[in-house]
């Protein structure tokens, strides 16, 4: 049930929005009817050709589902600093905003390993160089500036077989911009808002001497929106291109971040209940006792060569290296590590045709390696570290993966898709520390063989069906090894890997005639030894993670983009997700439970946004988010005083963007407001026995810039 300021906001909202869309359509009827180069351009996200899949593909002819996030969405970010702003039209995936900063967990369709520093289990490349480690965790994003990304391909469900333990969940492949045909080009835009907000960008591109590129600076700050929880970035990233795209072509790239975030950790309902207009901005008192805090400094360097060989072979090749430095201050103890990643793929691909099929053949190995040096000092409090250490042990982990891919063109409007992957992925452990005399050095591996089959259909120009079967593969990582509830120190080797296999139907397509897009999934994923986390009492401030219970999941996803008339764009995002344990066992209580809903899975998702270019330089926007409730812990018992499970939240949206020019100089000038009516929600929660499970999300927050392009 909406509350009556909600209702009010909505009747305001349509009024907005039925009188935006009359005076526009109002507009355009003395104009002559677009014509079919302009629908096209309007309705073309069947048409374009996707890399996610490891190969070059029309996206009505890729038989999984799949989600362009285009440049014109990617324009009209708020604050363009986190994944949870780009992600708003992708169904199927939901981004949890830790601290209304860049720190976030993201899952699709409910798969994505909740640790303390990232996830794990989706894939997550940037222009060809992939940002997971050898066991597939992915770190924050910090390193992304999504003002200069240029598309977001995201492919949802268990594609192991594509890129290995990684992609369990599915594939986020990010595609940053080009530098400009001119010589030099200036880009920048600031924006700042509520909270102590603002971030500034500058951009140098263009091409020169045959190399074309670009080079971006980026400085990000905010005090968040409750007590201990601020933040900062500087990013810098250089992308330099040597030759022509589809020949011989090769990218370098160049990046550094140095990312700073304080942890104001989840509150518990009783200790704001009786004023929670003020109270709920409080840090949990842990977070003030010891500092709590992340820091990520890091340096990447990589290469990516497309060369075209003899008979049509292709050659695609990407070498990279990461060095972080990381420094976090929990209850416990005070952990220092230092990363070293470095790491390879070689992929050859070829085409023919026999008997009127067309064949389209590649295969590759991928190669990735990490050295972590670890220690931990105690947390006397404040952040201050004692003399004693609780770890010094060094980690190396490798992984390998051998992969075949064989797609089939039967006709022009028929086809399938084989792959097949071989993963070995071995973890050791050197123990430095040998408390009383004891060494708790040890090694684990994992293997394992997934595959992935696919059917498209396109029985008509604009319209298609796809069909695939799937498989996942998720070995313990880092952190899942390492919070060892046995030992301080060494691994946790009881740990097993979680499997999962998946079904998915699809249908998407075009039309002209109404300017409409339209894409539909629905999908069976069932999981074995998925993840959980837990605590012990007697090591109650540290997290721990074990082989909880297997899953069925099944939900349908709709992405619907309508554009009635010229100057109007009307889009809905909308998933509908039924994920529950077969049997679940909860590891601090030891009690096993039956048939309940996963924590932290609402089973709807909707958004909805509206555009419209009400004279050619002013562009007015509203959206409205709704979001169901979820369960906090796997029990699904809700309590008396509210705790087990949150309330439904509906937010509001506005922006408004002037284009103008001076000097010949192009500006825009933009407004956005989110939540503007003041709705009390929270963002996130993660099961905690001591039930400090629940995130405050901000109330309305407004932030204003500018961007030009010189």
Known sequence: MFNKKCSKGFIVFFIIFFFGLFSVF????????????????ETENFEVVVTAPRMEIPLKENPAATTVVSQSVLENLPRSIALDEVMKLVPGVRVDNQADGERVHFYIRG????????TRGIKVLVDGIPLNDPTGFVSDLYDIDWATVKKIEVLRGPAAALYGSGSSGGVINIITRDGSDLPVSVRGFFVGGSYGFYKALTEANGTFGGVNYRITGSMTSGDGYRDHSAYSGKNFYGKFNIGESGKNRATIILSAT???????????????????D????????DAYTFNEYQRTQRLTGGFHAELALFSGLKLDATAYFRHTKYKEAVPSSVIHRTYKTPGMTLQ???????????????????????NLDEFKHPNLGAAVEGNELQSNQKIEQSGLGLFFIDRVELSKELGFSFTMRYDRIKNSLTDNLKIDGIDLSDSVEFEKLTGRVGVYWNPFEKTGFYANWGSGFLPPGTEELINNPYNYGGYNTLLKSATSSGIEFG????????????????????????????????????TFYGNVGSTNRYGLETLLGWFPVEGVALRLSYTYSHFKYDEVKTMDSGMTYKDTFLPNSPEHQLYFDS??????????????????????????????DGYGKTSPYTLMNVR??????????????FIFGRNIFNAKYYGFTEPDPDGNSYQPAPTSEWSLGFRFVK
């Open 26 to 41: 109002a507009e355009q009827t003395e104009k002559a009817k677009k014509s079919d180069s302009e629908k096209k351009k």
């Open 111 to 118: 798969q994505g390993i909740l640790t303390e520093r990232g």
């Open 258 to 276: 140095d990312f700073f975030n304080e942890n104001p950790e989840g509150l518990n309902l009783a200790w704001f209940s009786p004023d929670p």
């Open 278 to 285: 003020n109270l709920r901005k409080l840090a949990n008192p």
């Open 348 to 370: 050859l691909s070829s085409s023919f045709d026999f008997a009127g099929v067309k064949n389209s053949l590649s295969s590759g190995i991928d190669f990735a390696y990490q």
């Open 507 to 542: 249908m998407r397509g075009v039309s002209e005639d109404f300017n409409l897009n339209y894409d539909f999934a629905v999908f069976y994923l069932k999981t074995d030894n998925d993840f959980g986390r837990y605590r012990i009492k007697t090591r109650p401030l540290e």
């Open 611 to 640: 555009e419209f270019n009400l004279i050619s330089d002013l562009t007015f926007g509203a959206s409205v988010e709704h979001v169901s409730s979820w369960f906090i812990d796997a029990t699904n018992r809700v309590f008396p």
């Open 656 to 669: 408004l963007i002037y284009k103008f020019d001076v000097d010949d100089t192009p500006f825009e000038f």
